[in-house]
């Protein structure tokens, strides 16, 4: 059996092109070139204005179109979705010949453990009493910061509250049982 439809032909459960012809799928890896991506996306964090921050997320779908995401936006097809990490890594920029001696480095996993809800809290308070500092990555909205610290009261009794502003940013900070919990917009430091 044969179908033809705009250079597709089909016969039986073969499939063969007219025309040349990408196919993209979502359950493969896409080639995306990572080096230059970051290039680009360091580079784009050089402009006036920019919030150097340890942890961007960055949906792209080639290594020359990219945004900035939040950690709950979700790629579209065609797009793959990377932890941008700022890391103490020199880089060098071809254009503009520029070196920096901090850039940021993508990943496709995170190199920090995830920390969503008043369990993953309770753990890492745990574990702080033992390594003393640690960080995580932030997977929860600002609406669920009340909620979390209602948990950890719970628990816990007594959780101080502070607000600590400048004028980049503003980070929430808990103090439970001496230890200290700064809550960025991308990051949570013990």
């Known amino acids: ?18 025309y040349p012809v990408t196919l993209i799928s979502q359950f493969f890896p896409m080639s995306i070139d990572l080096k230059q991506l970051e290039i680009n996306v360091n580079f784009h964090s050089l402009q006036p204005g920019f919030l150097n921050s340890e942890l961007h997320y960055i949906i792209a779908s080639d290594e020359n179109t990219f945004q900035f995401a939040k950690w709950d936006e979700t790629p579209q097809t065609n797009e793959q979705k990377f932890y941008c990490f700022l890391m103490k890594k020199e880089l060098f920029i071809p254009a503009g010949n520029i070196t920096l001696k901090e850039s940021y480095v993508l990943q496709e996993k995170p190199i920090y453990p995830l920390l969503s809800c008043c369990e993953d809290f309770i753990s890492a308070i745990e574990k702080i009493k033992q390594n003393r500092t640690t960080k995580y990555i932030r997977r929860f909205s600002d609406e669920d910061v009340d909620t ?43």
Request: proline letters at 0%; glycine letters at 4%; aromatic letters at 10%.
């Open 148 to 190: 979390l610290k209602n948990n950890l009261q719970e628990k816990y009794q007594d959780v101080e509250t502070h607000i600590v502003t400048s004028h980049e940013a503003q980070h929430r900070l808990f103090v439970v049982n001496d230890i200290e919990i700064s809550i960025s917009d991308t990051m949570v430091y013990f």
């Open 1 to 18: 059996m044969k179908h033809e439809a705009g250079g597709l032909v089909l016969i039986l459960n073969k499939i063969s092109f007219y």
